[in-house]
């Protein structure tokens, strides 16, 4: 091939992958833009009343807070009010398309060790599903779907732990 020859072929296809590779930078650049913005909502205490399955009034009473990547969950007896349970876990926000994916994982471990769910977030609700992914690069803490429902919680009605 003589150089004349290469440089009119390779100039011209160089350019349409740099153009090619413009073009995808954005679509990244949105999607670290809308997971930072999420981040941020989720920041601050959730809570959920859960248990006797629908079946009467909740037995427990969860507390979510999340400051930074790090989720500390707490547990509570809802009739006592007496803390039964209490583990955190670092969080990782992605997405699988369009699908906005937390995967939470133990500190020292990374996220592929870790269980994911897809989640959707504003100020005053986060939905909280698993047992939707499929396919090798996500673990669902679930196998079936269920939506749970947690609510943001006002400082002054997350309970306040005796020394």
């Given at each position: 091939?003589?150089?004349?020859?290469?440089?009119?072929?390779?100039?011209?296809?160089?350019?349409?992958?740099?153009?090619?590779?413009a073009?995808?930078?954005?679509?990244?650049?949105d999607?670290?833009?809308?997971?930072?913005?999420?981040l941020?909502l989720?920041?601050?205490?959730w809570?959920?009343?859960?248990g006797?399955?629908?079946?009467g009034?909740?037995t427990?009473?969860?507390?979510k807070?999340?400051?930074?990547?790090?989720?500390?969950?707490?547990?509570?007896?809802?009739?006592?009010?007496?803390k039964?349970?209490?583990?955190?876990?670092?969080?990782?926000?992605s997405?699988?398309?369009?699908?906005?994916?937390?995967?939470?994982?133990?500190?020292?471990?990374?996220?592929?060790?870790?269980a994911?769910?897809?989640?959707?977030?504003?100020?005053?609700?986060?939905?909280?599903?698993?047992?939707?992914?499929?396919?090798?690069?996500?673990?669902?803490?679930?196998?079936?779907?269920?939506?749970?429902?947690?609510?943001?919680?006002?400082?002054?009605?997350?309970?306040?732990?005796?020394?």
């Amino acid at each position: 091939m003589k150089p004349t020859t290469l440089v009119t072929v390779t100039l011209p296809l160089l350019a349409v992958c740099l153009i090619a590779a413009a073009q995808d930078a954005p679509k990244q650049n949105d999607k670290d833009a809308d997971l930072t913005a999420d981040l941020k909502l989720i920041q601050g205490s959730w809570e959920l009343q859960h248990g006797n399955e629908g079946q009467g009034r909740p037995t427990t009473r969860s507390i979510k807070t999340i400051e930074g990547n790090k989720e500390t969950l707490r547990r509570y007896n809802a009739k006592t009010g007496k803390k039964t349970h209490e583990h955190s876990m670092l969080i990782k926000l992605s997405k699988s398309g369009e699908v906005r994916v937390c995967t939470f994982y133990r500190e020292g471990s990374t996220p592929e060790n870790g269980a994911s769910f897809v989640y959707k977030v504003d100020e005053e609700n986060y939905y909280d599903v698993p047992g939707l992914l499929q396919g090798r690069e996500y673990r669902n803490y679930q196998e079936s779907p269920k939506v749970w429902h947690w609510k943001r919680l006002a400082r002054d009605k997350i309970p306040v732990e005796a020394p």
